[in-house]
């Protein structure tokens, strides 16, 4: 019998668009969308501290954390993705590995890690909430979380459409409202947010605009958040 579940399903689609994300990447932590991320991180990470990153991808992102000096673990569903992280290991490089596994699911003992980055990835789980308390489970109590959730303008959220026809989905329809109340009522505390803007917004107009009009123009909001 076919397995049609949720994670099953999620992990086919990214098995076989691993090359078609790699190929992007780069680009996207360097000069686009994600080019913040690492700067945001090291505003609030503690140097040389132990971070997961969940949902890795092809784990540029997590290159560029070990180029920061972080012990940085990444993790991602696909197998595809995997191995491409792998393929960046170099003889003698230290303090930096690669697993699959599932963000319901971790490979790790409760309170392993100083911090996470996890981009885009709350939006694969089919029920966030138990993303969010297995995520949770394995930081450290004080430590610090950086969360991308993709915003109402966002091309990818194109994932969720066909549930319009009553089809499976495999991406949730969580917004950065949602997931910001959700996370304050599982006793993370959200310390700050950045807001990444799809070309064309001009800044200046967004500016004096309160929290939740800014996120709602967002390609992505990003939360620094603490474990209480």
Known sequence: MTDTSWQTRAKEMWNENA????????????????????????????????????????????????SEGFDVTGVDLSEEMVSLCKSRLTNGMSRMEFLQGDMLNLPFNTDSFDGLMAINAMEWAEVPVDAILEIKRVIKPGGHLCIGVLGPTAMPRVNSYNRLYGRDVI????????????????????????????????????????????QSLTFMTLFMLKKK
């Open 19 to 66: 090359d078609f994300w790699h190929s992007n990447s780069q680009d996207m932590w360097d000069h686009g969308s994600r080019k913040s991320i690492i700067p945001f991180v090291l505003n609030h990470f503690k140097s040389g501290s132990k971070v997961l990153d969940l949902g890795c991808g092809d784990g540029y992102g997590s290159y560029k954390l070990w």
């Open 171 to 214: 991406m949730n329809t969580m917004m950065p409202w949602e997931f910001q109340k959700l996370a304050e009522e599982n006793d993370l505390t959200i310390i700050n947010q950045e807001y990444v803007y799809k070309r064309g917004v001009d800044l200046k107009h967004v500016g004096s605009l309160p929290q939740d009009l800014k």
